[in-house]
């Protein structure tokens, strides 16, 4: 992992926030390269969900809704942590995360007294100071702020701690507006904030979070069908991005194991340095939010099917993965050092194209003007097409090792000879082997690569 975090900072994918002031606990901030391939990643995960399907709509909510939505969707009175403090030095941390790390058990579904009696038959201290250790006790895990420009006499209101929940209000709307019919699915990508102990491990867990979600409304008789449907397209989205097979793992979840409101839940599972952590769930959320804000509004959330007549409210099927996570399990999974010559170390990222930073890099062996002009005509030529950076600084080898740190999939380099015969070196990332191409061959040729 330290590798990985290194390798982040180095090169422009994260940094931690606010770091000339010391920091600040659990955020992080994306660098040059880390906001490219986060964004890289948000117009792949539109092109494969939505635009490639037609029952499939984007939507955008805002971050701040009336409090009455939380009220409704539960998470004013559930959405807790068990916490636990350290009387000697004040530290606080989760619970259940504490007990897991330190008994090697599973408490999943154990209240906060049965916590507070495993803390104390086995004399759990606290990690940081080996202090005594407070009874576990609930906390809230939304922001909680006030609207209106005098603070105590505005009205409550919360950060989101999801984003789907934006979505179930506008159901109607988007009903009426788009027309669209049941099966129909409505994507979004947006910011949601939890105000949680988080255990570390880079940006695995944050305060802040982007995440991917899907809400496909479905008959309540077709659930099981549409549930493995929309799994299918998941499976097929982690292939289409390059995660390997043996990095993910499904498990379903028992009754006591689910959220509250989901009927079925399956978790992916992916392989961290840190071991099998959550990288996605995929929940059968049944009828509950609609439900729950018919009832809470006064207002029927359901679908008349004009050609059956018949009016019902449809059940929810929800992927849902947080995109930082994500972000942090393609570096994973795609980070490899391996040996080159005698004593070198290569370190390549092996990036999808499709969500690396860069796609090719530009060279000039030769520092001299004329292979300069020809290495930023070929450069200026494909950045229309492609994502492309240009590099003149230090050997070439540097420049590979450098390009090949950040994923870039290929390296085109102009030297001496290209003046006289119009062809390039094309480096592949991965494999290092080259080719000699035509500059008038190179568009038909890189096609082939990034298709």
């Known amino acids: 992992m330290e590798y990985i975090v290194s390798l982040a900072k180095r090169r422009g994918f994260v940094f931690p926030a606010s770091s000339i002031y010391g920091g600040i606990a659990n955020t992080w901030d994306y660098g040059p390269l880390g906001a490219l391939m986060k964004n890289n990643i948000k117009n792949e995960w539109i092109k494969f969900f939505v635009t490639s399907f037609d029952d499939m709509v984007l939507f955008d909510s805002a971050i701040f809704q009336n409090a009455k939505v939380w009220e409704a969707s539960g998470h004013v009175d559930k959405f807790n942590d068990p916490l636990v403090d350290c009387i000697k030095c004040h530290k606080r941390y989760r619970a259940d995360t504490l007990l897991e790390d330190t008994l090697k058990i599973s408490v999943e579904g154990l209240s906060c007294e049965d916590m507070t009696r495993l803390i104390k038959d086995n004399n759990v201290k ?55 019919k049941v099966p129909f699915g409505v994507a979004q990508i947006g910011k949601a904030f939890r105000n949680e102990i988080t255990p570390g491990n880079f940006i695995f867990r944050t305060l802040e979070f982007e995440q991917l979600e899907i809400e496909y409304f479905t008959h309540p008789n077709d659930v099981d069908k549409t549930f493995t449907e929309i799994m299918d397209r998941v499976k097929r989205w982690y292939q289409y991005i390059g995660i390997k097979d043996e990095n993910l793992k499904f498990v379903e979840l028992s009754e006591e194991e689910r959220a509250h409101y989901s009927k079925k839940t399956i978790d992916i599972y992916f392989k961290f340095p840190f071991g099998f952590k959550e990288l996605q769930s995929f929940a059968n959320r049944g009828d509950y939010d609609l439900s729950r804000h018919s009832k809470f509004s006064g207002e029927k959330l359901e679908y008349y099917d004009e050609v059956s007549k018949e009016k019902y409210t449809p059940y929810v099927i929800e992927p849902s993965v947080g995109l930082d996570r994500l972000f942090l399990a393609l570096l994973v999974n795609g980070y490899r050092e391996e040996k080159v010559g005698d004593n070198g170390i290569r370190v390549v ?39 492309c950076t240009y590099d003149e600084g230090s050997s070439i080898g540097k420049r590979y090792r450098r390009q090949d740190e950040i994923g870039t999939c290929k390296c085109i380099t ?21 080719d000699r191409v035509k500059i008038s061959d190179l568009k038909e040729y890189l096609i082939k690569c990034f298709t």
């Not at 250790?133 to 906390?139: A, E, K, M, N």
């Not at 969500?355 to 450069?379: C, H, M, R, T, W």
């Not at 001496?416 to 094309?426: A, E, F, G, Q, R």
């Open 126 to 180: 606290c990690p940081s100071c080996k202090g005594t250790l407070t009874s576990v006790r609930t906390f809230n895990l939304m922001f909680k702020t006030k609207m209106g420009p005098m603070a105590d006499d505005g009205e409550d209101i919360y950060l989101r701690p999801e984003t789907c929940q934006g979505i179930f209000i506008n159901f109607s709307n988007i009903l009426k507006s788009y027309r669209v």
């Open 349 to 387: 990222l092996s990036l999808s194209s499709k969500i690396a930073p860069f796609q090719i890099a530009v060279f000039p062996l030769e520092v001299d003007n004329k292979s300069i002009n020809l290495a930023k005509k070929i450069y200026e030529d494909l950045k229309l097409v492609y994502r």
């Open 414 to 434: 102009v030297d001496p000879n290209s003046l006289d015969d119009d062809s390039v070196t094309i480096r592949d990332r991965d494999t290092m082997k080259q």
